[in-house]
């Protein structure tokens, strides 16, 4: 990653999440979209295009988080509730079986 006013570098394995892999315009689709509460009609008006061509932007940019979306192992929250001490070893042994 660099910044290219800064001319700062970070280099090194980052996890990125599903809407940082979309291309920037898809970002910024998804932006509008959710700053004018889902109206398909302001991203008409916005973006110039059609109700279908709204639509079709949507449903690609939706299977494209699909494809990157891993849902998280159930276990994960009783593995966090036990990290904030807010289990015990015993309460999440029980709930992990």
């Known amino acids: 990653m660099e910044c290219p006013s800064c001319k700062v570098a970070v280099s090194g394995d980052f ?25 398909i009609k302001k991203m008409e008006s916005l973006f110039g295009i059609s109700y279908p061509t709204v639509k079709n932007r949507l449903n690609a940019i939706g299977a494209a988080l699909d494809r990157t979306f891993e849902a998280p192992s159930p276990n994960v929250f009783v593995l966090e509730q036990l990290a904030r001490g807010e ?8 709930k992990l079986n």
């Open 15 to 39: 996890e990125v999440s599903p809407l940082g892999q979309l291309s920037p315009e898809d970002q910024a689709f998804v932006i509008a979209f959710v700053r004018h509460h889902g109206s």
């Open 87 to 94: 289990i015990s070893v015993e309460e999440a042994l029980e």
